[in-house]
Each structure stands twice: as C-alpha cells, then as structure tokens.
Nanobody
Framework: QVQLVESGGGLVQAGGSLRLSCAAS????????MGWFRQAPGKERQFVGN???????YYTDSVKGRFTISRDNAKNTVYLQMNNLKPEDTAVYYC????????????????WGQGTQVTVSS
C-alpha cells in the first residue's frame, strides 16, 4: 500500500482548468497503477482514469480529451490536469493506488487519499 494526499481542488468557472496533485509515500508507488475517482453528492464513486507504472493511461469516456493523468516517479506524485471543466465535473476527487495493471473498479484499489473538492460554476 501507499499513503496518498491530494491537493489542488477549488472553485473554477465552466471552461476553466485545474490541476490536482496526489503525493504518495511508500516504496511501492513506482510499481503501482494510480487512479483518479470522483464522487458527486448523492452519487456513486465514479472512475475517472488511471496511469500505469509505465505511463500508459486509460480514461472514462466522459473525460477523454479534457483530462490528462500523468505521474512523476521521482517525486512520488501523480497529477490530474482538468481542462474545459463543466458543472457536471463538480465532485470530490480521490486519488487511489492499485497493484493491478489496469484497474477501473474501486474494489481493485487498496490505497486511497482523503479527497479534494472540485466545484465548477456555470
């Protein structure tokens, strides 16, 4: 497992951008696939995307072309760059870590951050 702390959330207008960071501690970070999830009020936690240890990424359809996940193994940090934000992107965003290669289900992640709020105003 890894310990994760997200930062970078906030309030932004529709069409704007935010970059979330997730700082990890633990020796397994470099081998872990790192993912981002989000949860809006009254809704289930939703998979956003992941980045493998090799840097290969996978995204859910609703964020393709707008969100980019990257990682810096030297800094033990994973990023979520969000562009062209929409009000429906409003949610608490969570960083997560997994020993699986291409996990998309929350149950396949064994490490979670505390979440950071992203609010997009129209």
């Amino acid at each position: 497992q890894v310990q994760l702390v997200e930062s970078g959330g906030g309030l932004v207008q529709a069409g704007g951008s935010l970059r979330l960071s997730c700082a990890a501690s633990g020796r397994t970070f470099r081998t872990y696939t790192m993912g981002w999830f989000r949860q809006a009020p009254g809704k289930e936690r939703q998979f956003v995307g992941n980045v493998r240890s090799t840097g290969i990424t996978y995204y859910t359809d609703s964020v393709k072309g707008r969100f980019t996940i990257s990682r810096d193994n030297a800094k033990n940090t994973v990023y979520l760059q969000m562009n062209n934000l929409k009000p429906e992107d409003t949610a608490v965003y969570y960083c997560a870590g997994s020993s699986y290669t291409n996990p998309r289900a929350a149950a396949n992640f064994d490490s979670w951050g505390q979440g950071t709020q992203v609010t997009v105003s129209s």
